[in-house]
């Protein structure tokens, strides 16, 4: 059974550059067929996809965040990270990482979150 | 984007209860639905994909049906642990979109 492990942060100021890792454990990053993706939850609110990087490292986002974020993976570490720069108070979220199939975008296993505040 | 529209947000019901939530998509999404649970504090589990199919681990007293823009997830007898917030999302396309979520409440 994959584990994810979310880590960084936990508050960021306005404007700056928000980055996030999640370490994964029980199985390759890189080695197999799955999808890595981020989802952020505002408090009290729904959950919004990010985006995602396969093992090749080809990435796909989300058109409304896609200027301000890169997804990158580190296979030697067995590590995949979010970044999102000029952060604003709407970026305060608690921020998921997951594992997906490579058949489709449903979410497996999800790392504990983490809550990340953008404030001064 | 397709939007996902969750009814209700939120209901109260008692253990054994048999409850329905709907979930509808903006557009035709065939059956690339799929519902979770998300406990307070905790990060959301899979319960139910491809909107029929159950997740191994997951009780069967949850069960999901439904294709192209209309779905339900149906929990046939409320137990203890099931009070929590349910979201449904489609894979059908990019970006991924989530519905706004239902929470189960204790009468």
């Known amino acids: 059974q994959v584990q994810l492990q979310e880590s960084g942060p936990g508050l960021v100021k306005p404007s700056q550059t928000l980055s996030l890792t999640c370490t994964v454990s029980?199985?390759?990053?890189?080695?197999?067929?799955?999808?890595w993706s981020w989802i952020r939850q505002p408090a009290g609110k729904g959950l919004e996809w990010i985006g995602r990087?396969?093992?090749?490292?080809?990435?796909t986002y989300n058109p409304s965040l896609k200027s301000r974020i890169t997804i990158s993976l580190d296979a030697s570490k067995n590590q995949f990270s979010l970044t999102v720069s000029f952060v604003t108070a709407a970026d305060t979220a608690v921020y998921y990482c997951?594992?997906?199939?490579?058949?489709?975008?449903?979410?497996?296993?999800w790392g504990q979150g983490i809550l990340v505040t953008v404030s001064s | 984007d397709i939007e996902m529209t969750q009814s209700p947000s939120s209901l109260s019901a008692s253990v054994g209860d048999r409850i329905t939530i709907t979930c509808r998509a903006s557009?035709?999404?065939?059956?690339?639905l799929n519902w979770y649970q998300q406990r307070p504090g905790k990060a959301p589990n899979l319960l139910i994909y491809?909107?029929?199919r159950l997740q191994s681990g997951v009780p069967s007293r949850f069960s999901g049906s439904g294709s192209g823009t209309d779905f339900t997830l149906t929990i046939s007898s409320l137990q203890p642990e099931d009070f929590a917030t349910y979201f449904c999302?489609?894979?059908?396309?990019?970006?991924?979109?989530f519905g706004g979520g239902t929470t189960v409440e204790i009468k």
């Open positions: 029980g199985g390759s990053i890189s080695g197999g067929t799955d999808y």
């Open positions: 557009q035709n999404i065939n059956d690339f």
């Open positions: 997951t594992k997906n199939p490579d058949w489709g975008s449903t979410f497996d296993s």
């Open positions: 999302q489609q894979r059908h396309s990019v970006p991924i979109t």
């Open positions: 491809t909107a029929s």
């Open positions: 990087i396969y093992a090749s490292g080809s990435t």
